[in-house]
């Protein structure tokens, strides 16, 4: 990544917990193709990406990790065959519940202000 440039921030939702938990063990992510573009995007032009991770209906967040490669070609099998892109490295800093009412005065200014969650 390049030096002296912003730090971006992801909320990325999950389906299930398993697959919070396989990150968790593997120290790897996958994401939808969808969402590659901008991810790896976010990693070669930025000094640091956070990825916030929660699953969906969850009204938590089950921890935070820094993105630790680009996204590559290669597939995992962890994930079955939910449509999910390339893998990724990912080095877990906190692995934790936190409710989302912790994180409310946490507003983003790219999404009209709205609480992060």
């Known amino acids: 990544p390049?030096?002296?440039?912003?730090?971006?921030y992801f909320i990325m939702k999950s389906s299930n917990l398993q697959n919070i938990d396989i990150s968790q063990q593997?120290?790897?992510?996958s994401t939808t193709p969808s969402n590659e573009r901008k991810l790896n995007g976010?990693?070669?032009?930025?000094?640091?990406v956070y990825l916030i991770?929660?699953?969906?209906?969850?009204?938590?967040?089950q921890g935070f990790a820094?993105?630790?490669s680009a996204i590559g070609c290669e597939k995992s099998q962890d994930w079955g065959s939910a449509g999910?892109?390339?893998v990724f490295k990912v080095e877990w800093i906190r692995k934790e519940?936190?409710?989302f009412q912790f994180a409310h005065h946490l507003l983003?200014?790219?999404?009209?202000?709205?609480k992060v969650q």
């Open 97 to 99: 519940s936190i409710p």
């Open 53 to 61: 991770f929660s699953v969906q209906g969850s009204g938590c967040f």
């Open 108 to 114: 983003n200014p790219w999404n009209d202000s709205k």
């Open 26 to 29: 593997k120290g790897i992510w």
């Open 42 to 48: 976010a990693f070669w032009e930025s000094n640091m």
């Open 84 to 86: 999910f892109g390339g």
């Open 2 to 8: 390049r030096q002296n440039t912003p730090v971006r």
């Open 66 to 68: 820094r993105m630790g």
